[in-house]
């Protein structure tokens, strides 16, 4: 008698074709991600302000590096590839200006992102030249946007999405994110974070506004 055979061990999902995964429901748990990486460095800030830069806030500043340098950079290519394009050709016009706004929003949090990420990296790895009030006034900033961002991308954009999409173009777009297809964006240079923190309040109000008249 021939003995059984041993179970194959289960591939990865995105070397199993059949098996998909929409592409939004994917976005969405990115969001959810990005919201308790937030957290972590609020928590971070808090945490230099009371303890110093122990070996705790050394191992949150490398978490959080790690997370907005990858995971969160890829969501924001897999939005403008996939989701914002669809939207830009069938949706309605305020919602188009929303969409413009979003991407400049990644745009911003890119930049903003440049700047605050090496003052985080150089805490991570233990070095004394970064700079506390920068390191608090930038993550304010980025946590800021990046929460209104979510918000109005929660509320308004992954709805109309979700309506303009079919079952299989969101799995479609599921099977393309799970095999890394992107892009890169580029940053807007030139303006410190205080400046794009002036001049995106009065525009992302008009955004919001927006959003709730559709």
Request: hydrophobic share 45%.
């Amino acid at each position: 008698m021939r003995a059984a055979a041993e179970p194959e061990a289960a591939l990865p999902a995105a070397l199993q074709p059949h098996l998909t995964r929409d592409g939004l429901e994917m976005l969405d748990a990115c969001h959810r991600r990005m919201m308790d990486a937030l957290d972590t460095l609020d928590a971070l800030v808090a945490r230099l302000d009371d303890q110093g830069d122990d070996v705790q806030a050394r191992a949150m500043a490398a978490e959080v590096v790690a997370f907005f340098s990858g995971a969160a950079r890829q969501h924001h290519l897999d939005e403008e590839r996939h989701v914002f394009p669809r939207l830009m050709e069938a949706a309605a016009p305020e919602v188009v200006q929303v969409v413009r706004r979003l991407q400049q929003d990644h745009r911003w949090l890119e930049q903003d992102w440049f700047e605050l990420s090496a003052h985080l990296q150089a805490l991570a790895d233990g070095q004394s030249w970064w700079d506390r009030a920068l390191l608090r006034e930038g993550s304010e900033v980025f946590i800021a946007l990046l929460h209104d961002h979510l918000t109005l991308e929660e509320s308004l954009i992954y709805p109309e999405a979700r309506a303009h999409l079919s079952a299989g173009e969101r799995e479609a777009i599921g099977r393309e994110m799970a095999g890394g297809v992107g892009r890169e964006a580029d940053p807007e240079p030139g303006r410190t974070m205080a400046a794009r923190r002036r001049a995106g309040r009065a525009t992302h109000g008009a955004a919001h506004d927006a959003a709730r008249t559709t």
